[in-house]
């Protein structure tokens, strides 16, 4: 269905126009989400809360043409809210993500699996470890696939300075994936 159709119908209250909007976004809003956050259950909690103020906002989207934008724009702004939050009340205790992803797997081309799964959680890693504004760059540009055009007027900034921090990001997630590997070259398909 057409994007501008689907939202049409969104906004005059049709529920299976919504549910039809979430599906076709939900992986993207999990996966914002998990970014920020860096935990499986708290990003599909926090994706949840996306998606409500999504709901709540549809009115004020105007341009289906920037609906992808407009959308991440809120869920930026929400997982910003739940970061502030969760620094006024740190969790009980964190599970390090290696041991969540550390059961093996007993199908064919397991090793394929794990060294792909391996390489994702190293990224992960090194994304957490990066200042926010590094993190949020390479979220917003490499990971979400937003123009600069797009970054420079979500985070109000010019573009030029959306393209630099870009270039610096990548430098800093590159270094730091080499300090977390020892120097040793990562394995293709790795950023």
């Known amino acids: 269905m057409e994007l501008t159709a ?5 906004q005059e209250g049709d529920e299976l126009a919504w ?19 860096g935990h499986p259950e708290e990003a599909l909690d926090l994706a949840q809360e996306i998606f409500v103020r999504i ?31 969760r620094k006024a ?7 390090p ?14 090793d394929a699996s794990a060294q792909s799964e391996s390489r994702k959680r190293l ?3 090194a994304l957490q470890a990066l ?16 123009s600069f055009e797009e970054i420079a007027s979500m985070l109000k900034v010019p573009v030029g300075t959306v393209k630099s921090r870009s270039s ?6 590159a270094k730091q994936i080499v300090e977390m590997t020892g120097g040793e070259t990562p394995a293709r398909g790795m950023a």
């Open 89 to 95: 009340r740190p969790p009980v205790h964190d599970i």
């Open 19 to 37: 549910e039809f909007l979430v599906r076709r976004y939900q992986a993207r809003i999990h996966g914002l989400a998990y970014h920020f956050v």
């Open 55 to 85: 709901y709540r906002r549809l009115d004020t989207c105007r341009d289906p043409e920037r609906f992808e934008s407009w959308m991440l724009q809120i869920g930026r702004n929400a997982c910003l809210d739940f970061l502030r939050r």
């Open 168 to 173: 610096r990001a990548r430098l800093a997630l």
């Open 131 to 146: 200042s926010e504004v590094n993190r949020e760059i390479l979220l917003l540009k490499d990971i979400q696939g937003l």
């Open 97 to 110: 993500v290696d041991e969540v992803y550390d059961l093996a797997d007993e199908r064919e081309g397991a």
């Open 123 to 125: 990224v992960h890693r």
């Open 6 to 10: 689907l939202l049409q119908r969104c």
